[in-house]
């Protein structure tokens, strides 16, 4: 995650920048020979498919933050985060795949960077490549999995998350339900909030809130990019060169990239993508067939599934859309990602207007988009101005799945009221909206372009 956010400044803001500043951007950069002696890589493809790496580094924030935002442990010499970014050949798109680091993968032979051993190919988990071999054992461990030429390395701790974060004003984020991990102290409310860069690691960082573990961190995580990217391209740092060299500085401290993506690099990708916006990008998690894959020596791990994973990576090396087959949607209006399966939400519609028929349109319109409802709608005893949910507090999950579907409504809790929730549909009532459950235990396959998951009517 750490590295997206240097990708997304050092792409995004050398579009309206001059080369002075870009070439000072390159100088603060570390160098290293990623690439050095690799032999026998997949076949280039088209575009430029940069691998994005987020190591640890939290010896380097100070001693305060790791206490407010819970860094403690030990720090260690591994990846937390691992992307494939596509840019397009034509510059006009981005995909980002990530790539969970409990990933069974096979590594090739190489020598031990930390004991000098020299090792056959074994099976590990994907982000041990790191630990034994570093970048260099990264990058080809990916190229055999997913067959795709890695022609850039990134690699950043998140020391700098948190300054990038702060220097652009903090990144706006929504949940429709309330987020909470004792292991990183995230708590944030349904609703919408801005975070600034502690509250945004502890976002990214979170994997205790449900049972989807590092999917649900991913998912995150590619969430918090697209809004940081919506940010980035609208809050005017961009054409700014005093807040776009802010912005820089907080990112450097910890950039190490190949030496191949220098200042020329950066000038023709950025004044290629000064278009760029949230609808440009799209973003997915890697295909996993099976979730708990036991392996002995190693534990548990998440095998891809092999065919769709084939699929989706022959369309990284073809330069092709993910989302091509599907109409653009505007921001805000994908389904609304809720925490209770619609049909197991009783629903009693009622009509609070003295418009006719306006229950049974409610009723119809939940029920089609999966609530248990009555089919039976009533008529309330008074008009109400705004449509009310009401539930018993036993029952607030399944309240918060019902008012995500009805945008404006208001939540009122009746102790005593039972399971069967009921809604009073208010004179603003304009329409249901489509809502998405995602079981844990089974994470949908899903590609989301960046305008889908941001904040609707953001800035």
């Known amino acids: 995650m750490r590295a997206v956010t240097t990708l997304s400044v050092v792409v995004l803001a050398s579009a309206g920048i001059g080369h002075a500043v870009v070439t000072s951007l390159d100088a603060g950069i570390a160098r290293i020979d990623a690439f050095k002696d690799m032999k026998n890589r997949p076949r280039a493809g088209h575009g430029m498919n940069v691998l994005l790496v987020g190591t640890d580094g939290r010896e380097k924030i100070s001693e305060r933050d790791r206490r407010t935002y819970r860094l403690g442990g030990q720090p260690c010499h591994c990846t937390d985060t691992m992307m494939i970014v596509h840019i397009s ?15 069974y993968a096979e590594m090739p032979a190489h020598v031990d960077q930390n004991t000098g051993q020299r090792h056959g190919p074994h099976p590990v988990k994907l982000n041990a490549a790191y630990a034994e071999g570093g970048p260099q054992l990264t990058i080809r ?17 998140f020391t700098s998350f948190m300054k990038t974060v702060d220097v652009l004003g903090g990144v706006k984020v929504c949940t429709p339900t309330p987020l909470r991990d004792r292991y990183t102290g995230l708590d944030l409310a349904p609703g919408t909030h801005t975070l600034g860069g502690g509250q945004a690691l502890q976002y990214v960082r979170a994997r205790h ?5 590092d999917l649900g961190r991913m998912k995150r ?7 940081l990217i919506e ?23 910890s950039v190490r990239a190949d030496a191949g993506f220098g200042t020329d690099e950066l000038l023709d990708l950025g004044r290629a993508m000064r278009g760029f916006s949230p609808s440009s990008s799209e973003f997915t998690t890697v295909p996993i ?6 392996v002995k020596g190693i534990g548990s791990t998440l095998k891809w599934d092999q065919a769709k994973a084939e699929q989706l990576f022959g369309a990284v090396r073809d ?17 609304a990602p809720v925490e209770v399966a619609p049909s197991a939400v009783r629903v009693q519609v009622a009509n609070g207007t003295g418009t006719v028929g306006l229950a049974k349109r409610v009723d119809a319109e939940l029920a089609a988009t ?23 507090p036993r029952w607030d999950r399944s309240a918060r799945t019902l008012a995500a579907a009805l945008p404006g409504s208001e939540v009122r809790a009746v102790p005593g009221q039972g399971p069967m929730l009921k809604v009073t549909a208010g004179a603003d009532f304009k329409a249901v909206r489509k809502v998405r459950f995602e079981d844990p235990g089974r994470p949908e396959e899903t590609v989301v372009r960046g305008s889908e998951v941001v904040c609707s009517g953001s800035a």
């Open 89 to 103: 050949e034509d510059r006009e798109r981005a995909t980002v795949v990530s790539l969970p680091r409990d990933s």
């Open 209 to 213: 809130i449900d049972g989807a573990s």
């Open 221 to 227: 995580q590619q969430r918090f990019l697209a809004a």
């Open 141 to 157: 461990t990916v190229e055999n999995m997913t067959h795709v030429k890695v022609d850039h390395y990134l690699e950043v701790d």
């Open 319 to 335: 330069d092709k859309p993910l989302t091509v087959d599907r109409p653009r949607r505007a921001p805000g209006s994908a389904p």
């Open 370 to 392: 999966g609530f248990a409802t009555t089919r039976r709608p009533v008529t309330a005893p008074a008009h109400v101005p705004r449509t009310v949910v009401y539930y018993d």
């Open 231 to 253: 940010k980035a391209t609208s809050s005017g740092v961009l054409l700014n060169p005093m807040r776009f060299r802010d912005v820089t500085r907080a990112v450097l401290g």
């Open 289 to 294: 067939g099976q979730l708990n894959f036991q």
